[in-house]
């Protein structure tokens, strides 16, 4: 429990101010990480899209790093031979955290999480999702999962 002293502003408000021992210890534990800047996401990522239409062209992408959105790109089914070299050129971005690749409707779609600090370079796998349900009107075909440790570089 806090030691600080809680005020009653108003009938149904409760405020919290800390005493100055709270506020030392807070000082004492600082943020593990910095984040990176929008720009130097944005750079690995046009980067990643670059080298991708190098191979195939997308008929979608996420082109504008969101911290509120998800990555994303999708294909026709037609450059399915380019998957693996796609998956690879994924992992090779470190501000990138693959999580899906959905087959549906003669598409491919890569859906991934951009991250604010940069991870190790780890091993991975791709599974199918078995939890994809056809009775649901957009479910899609095919849905695999991209299974690998995330651990952040300390920087």
């Known amino acids: 429990m806090p030691c600080g002293q809680y005020l009653e502003v108003g009938s149904d408000r409760l405020y919290y101010r800390p005493d100055?021992?709270?506020i030392s210890d807070m000082l004492?534990?600082?943020l593990p990480r910095t984040m990176l800047s929008y720009a130097a996401v944005q750079?690995?990522?046009?980067n990643t899209l670059d080298r991708i239409q190098q191979l195939c062209p997308l008929r979608r992408?996420?082109?504008v790093v969101r911290p509120d959105k998800f990555a994303y790109i999708t294909l026709n089914e037609a450059?399915?031979?380019?998957v693996p070299t796609i998956e690879r050129i994924l992992f090779q971005n470190l501000l990138l955290r693959p999580m899906y690749r959905i087959e549906d409707c003669?598409?491919?779609?890569f859906q991934a999480d951009w991250l604010w600090n940069?991870?190790?370079s780890a091993p991975w796998k791709c599974e199918r999702s078995s939890s994809v349900n056809r009775l649901y009107p957009d479910a899609p075909e095919r849905m695999y999962i991209y299974r690998f440790n995330v651990v952040l570089v300390e920087g």
């Open 20 to 22: 100055l021992d709270d």
């Open 28 to 30: 004492r534990h600082p």
């Open 43 to 46: 750079a690995e990522w046009t």
């Open 61 to 63: 992408a996420a082109e």
């Open 79 to 82: 450059y399915e031979y380019q």
């Open 106 to 109: 003669g598409t491919i779609e």
């Open 118 to 120: 940069w991870r190790q």
